[in-house]
């Protein structure tokens, strides 16, 4: 398997580094033939290229097998004119990445401040309310005068379909429990379609149970019993949102592990960002981004029917689950290492598993 790795930005170079540790370990001990072929986007891209992102280095990913793409200042990249632009919107839509899978669990060994749980985000990708991808060229957000601006919300069949399958087809292999996310009481016409066709997607679905609940009650439930949920599916602005919640209520937003999945295509990125107050200081928490990396192993197993692939990816959960009971972690989750330290140790624990 060829992955295209991308740092990225803030403390992207450091859990990057980490994470490309562990990545040749588990490829050592599963013996998966893994080939990582380093590049840069970003700020670092930005300097050397004069753009983020480039077209020759989509050409690399589109003929790779995979991409790990580090978090990036996505803040600072306000003008694509300037090269100025958002590398995970430019992968998510030039790829076509619909699917954004979040998981988020507690672990024993951490505090789980409100029980134990283990649910899924499944987040459109593509469309929403997303100004920088849900037209064809240029934005979807206006400035009507300087005091008047209109954003627009896109929602479309295909991509209420596609999404709804995804979230069907993993709670199959979970707890067969999908709860709907949306705004129908206020967006009549488009959250209104979304629920009805995750309920017609659900009909080829028999076994799993299925309710719905609107956004700003969900941030309610979830907080309260997060353990009602299994997997959840909502629209992007929607999802980005909630799952940033989930990631935290698990413990930290350094263990929300992401994948960006299409039909031919898949990133692994952190749930978080840049994180640009810890950059630099060893202190990041490297998880995030390595169960990612663990994420896409397990999406090409799927996809090519490789078991070593699929226990890879369960070794590198089961480590890191042991690694955060064991406190072998950084201080956002219990521990006293540094990432560089967390990282020898994942590895000295996935080898001798
Ligand atoms: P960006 O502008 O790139 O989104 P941000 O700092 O606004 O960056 P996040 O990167 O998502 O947003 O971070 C929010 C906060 O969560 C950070 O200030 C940081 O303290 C914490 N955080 C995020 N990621 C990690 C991590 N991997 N390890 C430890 N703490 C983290």
Redesign the pocket.
Known sequence: MKIIVLPG???GPE?MATTVEVLEAVSRRFDLGLELIHDIAGHESLKRHGSTVTPALLEKVRAADGLMLG?????DFKDEARGEINPSKFFRKSLDLYANIRPARTYPGMPARLGEFDLVVVRENTEGFYADRNIESGSSEMLITPDVVISLRRITRLCCERIARSAFELAMTRDKHVSIVHKANVLKIADGMFIDICHEVGQEFREVRVDDFIVDAMMAHVVRAPQRFDVIVTTNMFGDILS?LTAELSG???LGGSLNAGSEHAMGQ?A???????AGQN???????ILSAGMLLGWYGQRKGLQSFLDANAAIEKTAAAAVAAHEA?R?VGGTLGTRETGAAFVARLLSA
């Not at 978090?71 to 803040?75: I, N």
């Not at 202190?283 to 981004?289: D, G, K, M, Y």
């Open positions: 930005d803030g403390i859990t978090p990036m200042a996505t803040y940033d930290s937003l350094g952190a978080h960002g840049s994180a640009p107050d810890i202190i990041a928490n490297p998880f995030s981004l950084t956002d």
